[in-house]
T-cell receptor, first 110, second 113 residues
Framework: KQEVTQIPAALSVPEGENLVLNCSFTDSAIYNLQWFRQDPGKGLTSLLLIQSSQREQTSGRLNASLDKSSGRSTLYIAASQPGDSATYLCAVTLGSRLIFGQGTELSVKP | EAQVTQNPRYLITVTGKKLTVTCSQNMNHEYMSWYRQDPGLGLRQIYYSMNVEVTDKGDVPEGYKVSRKEKRNFPLILESPSPNQTSLYFC????????????FGNGTRLTVT
């Protein structure tokens, strides 16, 4: 059974720091992996989508990598800002299923 | 504005009273899906639809129904709601499930007493 795990569950950093969020999955036969951001009381916003054949995707200060063989993905956030405070979730598409991790709650302190 | 619209945002109901949560997207997306989000359990897929008239069960379909008669609409139906269906529900859509990012609605918070 596919499991998706995100570590740490919560992270607090000072503004300006570079940081890495981790996502691991047990079944490497995924179609893709997505990173989302969820603000309190809101829906999820897609940040980056990595196809199974790709190694990384970049958007602005965000960079996501994918290593299927080891079942890992990382989301790198450069020069963090208070506006980056949110919960970050990863999700994998496996067959007909979309499976989410539990998320990492990020707090960036001014 | 491109968006996924869910209604209502908040709903309080009683056990056994049928209800429908609507979901509509204006992006001509083929793929639509429903999720519930619960503390400690995260987001779990209820149903999904690859295209019009095509629907399939997700991980937690018991107690729910869906229909996809038009491309833009994907309502979630609870025929006889129970308290264990109290949750935060999200609808999402994309052009293609395998290659396109998902766009989410703002959620519907359902309480069943």
């Amino acid at each position: 059974k596919q499991e998706v795990t995100q570590i740490p569950a919560a992270l607090s950093v000072p503004e300006g720091e570079n940081l890495v969020l981790n996502c691991s999955f047990t079944d490497s036969a995924i179609y893709n992996l997505q990173w989302f951001r969820q603000d309190p009381g809101k829906g999820l916003t897609s940040l980056l989508l990595i196809q199974s054949s790709q190694r990384e995707q970049t958007s602005g200060r965000l960079n996501a990598s994918l290593d299927k063989s080891s079942g890992r993905s990382t989301l790198y956030i450069a020069a963090s800002q208070p506006g980056d405070s949110a919960t970050y979730l990863c999700a994998v598409t496996l067959g007909s299923r979309l499976i989410f991790g539990q998320g990492t709650e990020l707090s960036v302190k001014p | 504005e491109a968006q996924v619209t869910q209604n209502p945002r908040y709903l309080i109901t009683v056990t056994g009273k049928k209800l429908t949560v609507t979901c509509s997207q204006n992006m001509n997306h083929e793929y639509m899906s429903w999720y519930r989000q619960d503390p400690g359990l995260g987001l779990r897929q209820i149903y999904y639809s690859m295209n019009v008239e095509v629907t399939d069960k997700g991980d937690v379909p018991e107690g729910y129904k869906v229909s996809r008669k038009e491309k833009r609409n994907f309502p979630l139906i609870l025929e006889s709601p129970s308290p264990n269906q109290t949750s935060l529900y999200f609808c999402a859509s994309s052009f293609n499930r395998d290659y396109s990012p998902l766009h989410f609605g703002n959620g519907t918070r359902l309480t069943v007493t």
